[in-house]
């Protein structure tokens, strides 16, 4: 199993000697900033309001830092995450494709599944110095503030196993092209369509509108981020997870059946 | 070490290879030889387990590369033809990646690095970024990891191609060095670096092989008599009719001739030498014998005579 990690720590050198790795991190960094900072401006203007409007220091949720601060930073993180993970996976077998590096690699003594894993835990680990950086935002609030600890943790993650799937996701529209754009695109659309179909289960009928929920990518976040682990939801991203980079090994395999 | 047996590979109605069979024994440097879309990068990508053959059967070091490709590919070091390289990466810690991946020791690592990179004449240039190099360097960090593990088989797709002469000459040297060492495959369309390197040369044409044998015992073979040119000073039609007195001599034909001196190329029988009974029949007559010298085919020519045969 020494193979899989020469295989990440390589993709790894990959994403920080190229500019990637450094410009997607930092463009996720500003957003989500952007995004914490509007989120936090909103709620001292709310408490400033609060403090000489009675009616509004009465809704209790809508002083609760965790509720309208911690709650929709996740979402909205897992918003830009979905626009910028596909840039970080794109790469990882179109290029390889492309340049012809491909016919080397598995021309070494290694597996397939060696090489997937490999890749996967490269951009993982992208991902969670990625998201690991946004911690900050919670760690101001803890300064200044008392939000939930617990909230948080759970909602990190959710954040994390929706990562993963992406990173999956993306791994699998990647091995399909050899070109970086239409793995991106195929990678956007299908989150895209992964989040929509949330939002059109209340037009469907009962039983669909049920499955269409539990396929849906937001409805196991959300729990995540009210505090809520269920297995439901961990055993849905890790199927997500392994039906993906499932087709992506049969995908590398079937260059051996292919004509 | 090398065993293909009617090895078949079709992509779709497109048929690559046509039972193609040959052997290489262990030390021995093929060369593997053909004009473009003869099927040399198929062949090798089957032997090399990127892909496999519709039919047929390949064994490399005793391992079949369908059957187990894993220990096939633990024995081999592959150049393909384009030399595809993590261009973002140093040369040295390309080819530490590479033979990690290839199973060579943590301890032995550095040591074996560092061989391949004095081996390949590398040592300058560690330190580079590969995409800053240029093609000739670029090349041999290609040959750099294909040696980097030690294999005992050594399957290189056009390793010259794209070179300046003095790179070129470089390359084949250290082909040539490896000979012995290890058993080579080596593919090309450039003739004499077959002559030059290769102690045996396979050549194919649209998936067929049409000749297996030495360089020499194909330039030899190849025309069934030896042919001589000769330069006479004397008249034509004179020479013509003595010449073909001369026994041995199967055919006179003219090739030009001004001012009273003739140029013939004769078609003699195999295995005799005629030389001397020519001289001696033309000064004899009283003609001035200008030259006369044996014309030697080349690889080129054997090489466009078979694959424009059919």
Redesign the interface.
């Known amino acids: 199993m ?2 899989f990690y ?2 990440a ?2 993709e790894l ?2 994403y920080f ?2 500019p990637v790795a450094y410009v997607v991190i930092t463009i996720f960094l500003v957003i989500t900033g952007y995004y914490f900072y509007n989120l936090l401006a909103s709620f001292s203007t709310l408490s400033f309001q609060a403090s000489t409007n009675p009616a509004i220091a009465q809704q209790q949720n809508l002083l609760n830092i965790t509720e309208t601060v911690v709650r929709p930073l996740f979402g909205n993180i897992s918003m830009i995450m979905l626009l910028m993970m596909p840039l970080l996976t794109m790469r990882l077998f179109s290029e390889e494709k492309k ?6 690699l ?6 397939d599944m060696e090489v997937i894993v490999g890749k996967f835990i490269a951009c993982f680990v992208v991902f969670l110095l990625m998201l690991l950086l946004t911690a900050t935002f919670p760690a101001l609030l803890i300064l200044f503030g008392e939000p939930e600890i617990g909230p948080t943790i759970t909602g990190y993650i959710g954040l994390i196993l929706t990562g993963a799937a992406f990173i999956s996701l993306g791994i699998f529209t990647s091995s399909l092209t050899e070109n970086q754009i239409i793995a991106a695109t195929l990678s956007f659309g299908v989150l895209i369509l992964f989040f929509m179909m949330g939002t059109s289960v209340s037009l469907m009928g009962p039983t669909i509108g049920n499955i269409m929920m539990h396929i849906s990518l937001i409805g196991h976040l959300e729990g995540f981020a009210k505090g809520i682990v269920d297995t439901t939801d961990i055993i849905y991203y890790f199927l997500f997870i392994v039906l993906f980079n499932f087709l992506t090994l049969r995908v590398l395999e079937s ?2 059946w292919r ?1 | 070490m090398i065993q293909v047996e009617k090895l078949t590979k ?3 109605s497109y048929q690559a290879l046509n039972e193609i069979t040959f052997s290489v024994e262990k030390g021995e440097i093929l060369g593997f030889l053909g004009p473009n879309g003869a099927g040399k990068t198929t062949t090798m ?1 089957i032997l ?5 053959a519709t039919s047929g059967k390949a064994r490399i070091a005793g391992y079949d590369v369908f059957e187990e490709p ?1 220990e096939v ?2 024995r ?1 070091g ?1 150049l ?1 033809e ?1 030399v ?6 140093k040369v040295v ?1 390309y080819l530490s ?2 033979a ?4 060579v020791r943590r301890q032995d690592l550095k040591m074996r690095v560092g061989n391949v990179l004095d081996e390949c004449g590398l040592s300058d240039m560690s330190n580079k970024m590969i995409n800053e190099l240029s093609k000739g360097y670029r090349q041999r960090v290609g040959l750099a ?1 294909a040696l980097v593990n030690e294999p005992e088989v050594l399957i290189l797709d056009e390793p010259t191609v794209g070179l300046d002469p003095k790179q070129i000459i470089e390359i084949r040297k250290l082909i040539k060095n490896l000979a012995g060492k290890r058993t080579i495959i080596l593919s090309t369309h450039i003739l004499p670096e077959v002559s030059m390197t290769c102690n045996r040369v396979v050549i194919i044409n649209k998936g067929k092989v049409v000749a297996v044998d030495t360089p020499q015992n194909l330039t030899a073979n190849i025309h069934g008599a030896s042919r001589l040119i000769v330069k006479v000073d004397g008249p034509t039609q004179d020479v013509i009719t003595g010449l073909q007195k001369i026994q041995g001599i199967n055919k006179v034909n003219k090739k030009e001739s001004s001012n009273g001196i003739s140029e013939f190329i004769l078609d003699t029988e195999k295995g005799i030498d005629i030389r001397r009974d020519i001289a001696a029949g033309i000064v004899r007559s009283g003609w001035g014998l200008l030259e006369l010298r044996p014309v030697e085919m080349s690889l080129e020519d054997i090489f466009i005579k078979l694959v424009t045969k059919e």
């Open positions: 020494r193979n020469l295989i720590k390589k050198y990959s000697s190229s340049s012809g590096t491909i016919e080397l598995l021309t070494y003594p290694v597996t260059k051996k004509g | 079709s992509y779709g990508r090399t387990c990127f892909f496999p894993h590919k633990k081999i592959y393909p384009n595809p390289l993590y261009r973002d990466m810690d990646f590479v990690g991946i290839k199973g990891q």
